[in-house]
């Protein structure tokens, strides 16, 4: 089935948000006098709101609720974001030169909050057709829920929908959705190499180009 839709992640993926998560999670940590659970930074990458949230509460040990870590956790991100985004190599004309062709879609892990900041702050609202936070859907990355929920409101048949992701969970959530995946791996914590080989890597989004989609 050629590809009908095009279906990008956000943190990691368009902006480089994905290690400020976890520098703000970690000084959440710090600051209650708590150690680092090596495992978390990985495992957190990708889960909803309610997810990580309770992650932090029940594994790392926030002494908070996790309603509480969830809003300490975006009002921080939400302050970087005011601060300015940075964007990953060729972002922005990777969204613009897919938007020639196919309808667009954000399915991403962030709140709905930080989506439309995000979005605001690339200036690409009028390109996307849809968007997705995992809070919205009953489970979040490496479940496949947001991104079929991205193509339901595209009107697309997910097998038909090429998502361009960066995390492990993303790709894995993609994978389950039934999607063709690019993976452009992050030096933030990359899927190992029996993850990417389910992908098409790029090294940055300048080599998404409408000719490597209408292979795929």
């Known amino acids: 089935m050629h590809a009908q839709a095009i279906i990008f992640d956000m943190d990691g993926t368009l902006m480089e948000t994905e290690e400020q998560w976890d520098v703000v999670r970690r000084q959440l940590a710090a600051d209650a006098g708590l150690p680092w659970p090596k495992e978390a930074t990985q495992a957190m990458m990708g889960m909803s709101t309610p997810e990580w949230s309770g992650y932090l509460v029940s594994t790392v040990g926030l002494p908070m609720s996790a309603p509480e870590a969830a809003e300490a956790t975006i009002n921080a991100m939400a302050e970087h974001h005011r601060a300015g985004v940075e964007l990953l190599p060729g972002a922005i004309a990777a969204v613009r030169r897919m938007a020639e062709t196919y309808p667009i879609a954000i399915a991403s892990s962030s709140p709905r909050r930080l989506i439309d900041a995000g979005v605001e702050a690339m200036g690409i609202g009028d390109l996307l057709a849809a968007s997705v936070s995992t809070e919205e859907v009953a489970a979040g990355k490496p479940a496949p829920d947001g991104f079929l929920r991205a193509a339901e409101l595209l009107g697309v048949d997910p097998g038909a929908c090429v998502a361009v992701e960066d995390s492990t969970n993303g790709v894995l959530s993609a994978l389950a959705a039934g999607m063709a995946v690019v993976c452009v791996p992050p030096a933030f914590h990359p899927?190992?190499?029996?993850?990417?080989?389910?992908?098409?890597?790029?090294?940055?989004?300048?080599?998404?180009?409408?000719?490597?989609?209408?292979?795929?």
């Open 191 to 216: 899927p190992s190499d029996d993850v990417l080989a389910r992908t098409t890597v790029l090294g940055t989004l300048d080599e998404l180009t409408l000719d490597l989609i209408a292979a795929m």
